[in-house]
């Protein structure tokens, strides 16, 4: 699966949609999606600036992974960004943790710092 397709899934996830309901905002067939992930390829520039706009991030982002930013302004709008890309990359391990009562969140804490500090191989 190419990294377009993979962070669309991740956004539709994040979001709660599946591929059917992108599809059917987007106007294009489920087979069409299928058929790119299996060819490993991006969509057109006009369907990727579709699904980026459903899916409420930039067609740079599905593309490479990143935002471009050009000043000191943006710079600001890039950390936050970033902390949003790991919220929706660690958002089920960040809702499990707040489920915890606070001794357990500190033993899971102190267990990351563990392994900071000695990496598993």
């Not at 996830?13 to 987007?26: D, F």
């Not at 058929?35 to 520039?45: D, E």
């Amino acid at each position: 699966m190419s990294d377009f397709w993979k962070r669309v899934d991740e956004e539709l996830e994040y979001k709660g949609m599946n591929r059917k309901t992108l599809s059917k905002e987007v106007g294009f067939s489920l087979g069409n999606v299928g058929k790119g992930i299996k060819l490993g390829s991006s969509p057109s520039a006009d369907t990727a600036v579709k699904i980026a706009s459903v899916l409420g991030v930039t067609v740079e982002y599905l593309v490479n992974g990143t935002t471009q930013t050009s000043s000191k302004n943006n710079s600001k709008i890039s950390e936050e960004q970033e902390q949003l890309r790991l919220y929706r990359k660690y958002h089920d391990l960040i809702e499990k943790c707040e489920t915890l009562p606070d001794p357990q969140v500190k033993f899971l804490s102190e267990i990351a710092d563990r392994l900071e500090k000695y990496p598993i191989s």
